[in-house]
């Protein structure tokens, strides 16, 4: 059993910076992507950034030159550094695992991150 929880979310200014990490426990195996996603009321999910087990990084356009994601494995944990914050950025962030031969999903409960003055 794969379990995700996130922690770091909260209330920011613009302009501000937050982390968020999310803890792995269970059974990972050696290959794997593990992601960053974010959901805003009304909208649908959508990738925010992703690492793969060789930290190889994707990031989604709109945070690019922004937010950095990172992975400690020796701790089972991955990292979202978010700088520059804006108002749109306001969403429900959620860690996600992808690992094994059919890519398996799994998902954390999810942080709430609010841009706002």
């Known amino acids: 059993q794969v379990q995700l929880v996130e922690s770091g979310g909260g209330l920011v200014q613009p302009g501000g910076s937050l982390r968020l990490s999310c803890v792995v426990s269970?059974?990972?195996?050696?290959?794997?992507?593990m992601g960053w996603y974010r959901q805003a009321p009304g909208k649908e999910r959508e990738l925010v950034a992703s690492?793969?087990?060789?930290?190889?990084?994707n990031y989604a356009d709109s945070v690019k030159g922004r937010f950095t994601i990172s992975r400690d494995n020796d701790k089972n944990t991955l990292y979202l550094q978010m700088h520059s914050l804006k108002p749109e950025d306001t969403a429900v962030y959620y860690c996600n695992l992808k690992q094994g031969r059919t890519w398996n999903n799994y998902w954390g409960q999810g942080t709430q991150v609010t841009v706002s003055s």
């Open positions: 269970g059974s990972i195996l050696e290959i794997n992507i």
């Open positions: 690492i793969t087990s060789r930290t190889s990084t």
